[in-house]
């Protein structure tokens, strides 16, 4: 099968589904950021599972759910390209009105078939809201806009000579042309608890925020020459009332995601080098492991006798 | 005597060793030492400097800086050699920061103390100004430095978040000194700085690169590389062709609104899909300028440059200036 891609490069005409699934994207077998975030948190076999390689990969789901935060990051950064993509319902709408309005109900059935996301325009009027605070804030703005959305970059690991891509949301000119000043700005649509400093510092942890950077850091490197200067994430407040904050990732950290997706492409070289079939791809041990308390379980129960006394001793020692 | 002679040949046979007799008795215990000095273990090659290093990483013991990295530790333990350090102590005292090897100012003046060439050293700080004077063996000039909060504001020191805020007698002190012992006592440093000093450094503290670009992105930086300056609010939906939204489909049905009539391969609307906006402006003007067959169709591209301007990257307009000229010149050129 001739490979869409044949060549390490940026190319902006790659659909989405052939990014995600295609078998032949690239000549061999390509680790993405999510794929590497996998790997680590989870494992080979669980990377493999859901990879072109596994012959029974499931399905994904056809229609494509509605998103009110990916509905209006697709509002802000695709521009007249959205409407390729969703399709919003008159007001009132519902699939049993075949009287009122059958031309709605055709165009619906149409657009669904095309593989578009309808969105009710109850929804639309939630995206449309969300998109005008993002664009009431200047910094924001200015982020987003003098780029390229959804680029596809291909390159391979200058260590291990494996496929490596990346689909930034948003790749600016700045990046491209090699200027003094390049930021690369992620849009994330978190919920309220994950908004704050704090909150987000915790979501950078749990999701892994810092390695897709240090993975993207990699690709405009080895493609453009020249690594972004900053890596702004613009959090935007899913629920009322909306908050639009600016947090930059500090360079320690894209160096520890750097550091983080290093293992995760040597297993995946590794595993690879043995072969495509399941087999190959470890899941979390091959041999019994020892797996016992967390350390402040040990500690709590070392110390107090059992967990329960351990709470019931702390809440009076904290008075 | 000669059955003596032969029991003595017969013991001195039994004593050969025999490739394959098992020794009846276990090998004597050696012998407890004692009495030898206690003293670090330093490596005298590269391979033993090596295999040290690689032990201290993985025992999870090196300090964080160093981390599990054997090839780390063993550029600090390196470091750590060539001014005297023994190799524990060079991780301890060493600090890797942005990729440079530094002292932490402790760890220097222990190194100075042990050369033997300090004679004296007085600190003192009025609450504003700390000086030290270090007395060097064989100089009768003492070394006197200072560092004030007028120096440390200067540097943008003063007032930032962390030891400066926290303890800037401390930090005053331990510049001041640095600076004595940087300036003094250079042949005992040999080159390496002090930590605490390195770390002020703008984008240094978290492993920046000093070299690198500005740590701290500001609003203004934003601004720049959109090419355009955004200060004031945008409504997404006031026609200034940022971004619009799909239209309200209960404002009259028109076809390209439910879908049905647009899948995405019609190429009167290629210039609609086109990112960025004002891409499609850059092209539609250079097209005018190569269909141009009149001066006014030029003049008219001009204009039309003019009013789109303020959205166009400034490189992108300064080729359409260009383009202009060309096309003015050539056409003056013709027409003579």
């Known amino acids: 099968m001739t490979p869409i891609i044949s060549a390490p490069g940026a190319y902006a005409d790659i659909p989405m589904a052939d990014y995600h699934r295609a078998a032949n994207l690239l000549p061999g077998p390509s680790l993405s950021s999510s794929g590497a975030k996998t790997i680590l948190s989870q494992s080979a076999f669980h990377f493999w599972a859901d990879s072109p390689m596994n012959p029974d990969r499931p399905e994904e789901d056809s229609a494509p759910h509605f998103a009110v935060g990916k509905a209006a990051h697709d509002l802000l950064l695709l521009g007249g390209d959205w409407k390729r993509a969703y399709h919003v319902l008159p007001e009132g709408f519902a699939w049993n009105k075949t009287k009122a309005m059958p031309e709605e109900i055709a165009a619906a059935e149409h657009a669904r078939a095309k593989g578009k996301t309808l969105i009710k325009h109850d929804d639309m009027q939630l995206v449309e809201r969300i998109a005008d605070r993002i664009g009431a804030n200047p910094a924001a703005r200015n982020a987003l806009v003098n780029g390229i959305p959804e680029m596809t970059l291909a390159w391979q690991d200058a260590e291990t000579g494996v496929w490596l891509r990346a689909r930034p949301d948003f790749l600016p000119y700045s990046v491209i042309n090699g200027d003094e000043i390049r930021v690369v700005s992620d849009l994330k649509f978190m919920a309220s608890s994950h908004c704050s400093p704090s909150g987000f510092s915790r979501a950078l942890a749990n999701f892994g925020y810092h390695q897709s950077c240090a993975f993207y850091a990699d690709g405009i490197k080895a493609i453009y020459g020249r690594e972004p200067t900053h890596w702004l994430f613009i959090v935007v407040e899913k629920d009322d009332p909306h908050s639009v904050s600016l947090y930059t990732l500090p360079p320690a950290d894209l160096a520890r995601g750097r550091h983080q997706n290093r293992k995760a492409i040597n297993l995946f070289a590794e595993c690879l080098s043995r072969g495509t079939e399941a087999q190959h791809w470890p899941a979390y041990t091959a041999e019994p492991e020892m797996v016992g308390l967390p350390a402040w379980a040990r500690k709590a129960i070392d110390t107090y006798g059992s967990l329960q006394e351990a709470a019931l001793i702390s809440a009076t020692e904290g008075e | ?336």
């Open chain 2, 1 to 336: 005597m000669n059955e003596v002679t032969t029991a003595d040949a017969q013991q001195v046979e039994q004593q050969k060793p025999q490739p394959d007799q098992v020794p009846a008795r276990a090998t004597p215990r050696p012998v407890v030492q004692a009495g030898g000095t206690i003293s670090a273990m330093i490596p005298t090659d590269i391979d033993q400097a090596f295999r040290l290093a690689n032990a201290i990483a993985m025992s999870g013991m090196a300090p964080k800086a160093y981390g599990t990295d054997p090839n780390k530790c063993f550029v600090g333990i390196l470091a750590g050699a060539e001014v005297g350090l023994a190799p524990f102590t060079a991780l301890q005292s060493i600090a890797v920061i942005g990729n440079n090897p530094a002292i932490w100012g402790d760890g220097a003046l222990a190194l100075i103390q042990s050369s033997g060439l300090l004679v004296d050293i007085e600190e003192t700080d009025d609450g504003d100004t700390a000086t030290c004077t270090m007395y060097r063996k064989g100089k009768p000039t003492p070394i006197t430095r200072t560092f004030s909060m007028d120096d440390a504001k200067k540097a943008g020191l003063a007032g930032k978040s962390g030891p400066w805020s926290q303890y800037p007698q401390r930090m005053r002190q331990m510049r001041a000194r640095s600076w004595a012992m940087r300036d003094g006592f250079a042949d005992v440093l040999k080159g390496l700085h002090i930590a605490e000093e390195v770390r002020d450094r703008p984008g240094m503290a978290d492993g920046g690169d000093i070299s690198s670009k500005p740590h701290r992105l500001s609003s203004a930086m934003l601004a720049q590389q959109a090419g355009t300056v955004v200060d004031q609010p945008i409504d997404l939906h006031d026609g200034d062709g940022v971004v619009i939204g799909a239209e309200e489909p209960e404002q009259g049905r028109a076809d390209e609104d439910h879908g049905d009539q647009f899948d995405g391969n019609e190429p009167e609307r290629e210039d609609e899909a086109a990112i960025p906006r004002w891409h499609a402006d850059v092209q539609r003007i250079t097209d005018d300028l190569y269909t141009a067959q009149t001066m006014a169709d030029i003049k008219a591209a001009g204009a039309e440059l003019d009013k789109v301007r303020v959205t166009l990257p400034e490189a992108e307009a300064a080729r359409l200036d260009r383009l202009i000229g060309d096309a003015k010149t050539a056409f003056q050129a013709k027409g003579a």
